[in-house]
Nanobody, 122 residues
Framework: QVQLVESGGGSVQAGGSLRLSCVASGYTYCMGWFRQVPGKEREGVAVIDRDGRETYVASVKGRFTSSRDIAKNTLSLQMDSLTPEDAAMYYC???????????????????WGQGTQVTVSS
């Protein structure tokens, strides 16, 4: 069982930046960030595999950047030009399915962090 611990959420004004981090306790292949607002489905934001191949949801392309440090078992999400629509609970997610396709599909991930809140004021 892999434990994921997120950090870095907070409040920012529109146009500002935040950086989220996630530390994994064991081996992971796909890692990613999902977000959820009350009453809506959890949405895939960015995923990355161990070779650094990234996938982003269209709404964050060009504004968010995901990166991994394999040696440290960490995942980061740099979020720039934030808008109120980015406000959500952000979750770190992972799987240990080596060689799998790392998509934004929630069901492909079975390890989840507790979430970190991102608030963006207009």
């Amino acid at each position: 069982q892999v434990q994921l611990v997120e950090s870095g959420g907070g409040s920012v004004q529109a146009g500002g930046s935040l950086r989220l981090s996630c530390v994994a306790s064991g081996y992971t292949y796909c890692m990613g960030w999902f977000r959820q607002v009350p009453g809506k489905e959890r949405e895939g934001v960015a995923v990355i595999d161990r070779d650094g191949r990234e996938t982003y949801v269209a709404s964050v392309k060009g504004r968010f950047t995901s990166s991994r440090d394999i040696a440290k078992n960490t995942l980061s999400l740099q979020m720039d030009s934030l808008t109120p629509e980015d406000a959500a609970m952000y979750y770190c997610a992972a799987n240990d399915n080596s060689g799998s396709w790392c998509s934004l599909y929630r069901a492909r991930f079975w390890y989840w962090g507790q979430g970190t809140q991102v608030t963006v004021s207009s």
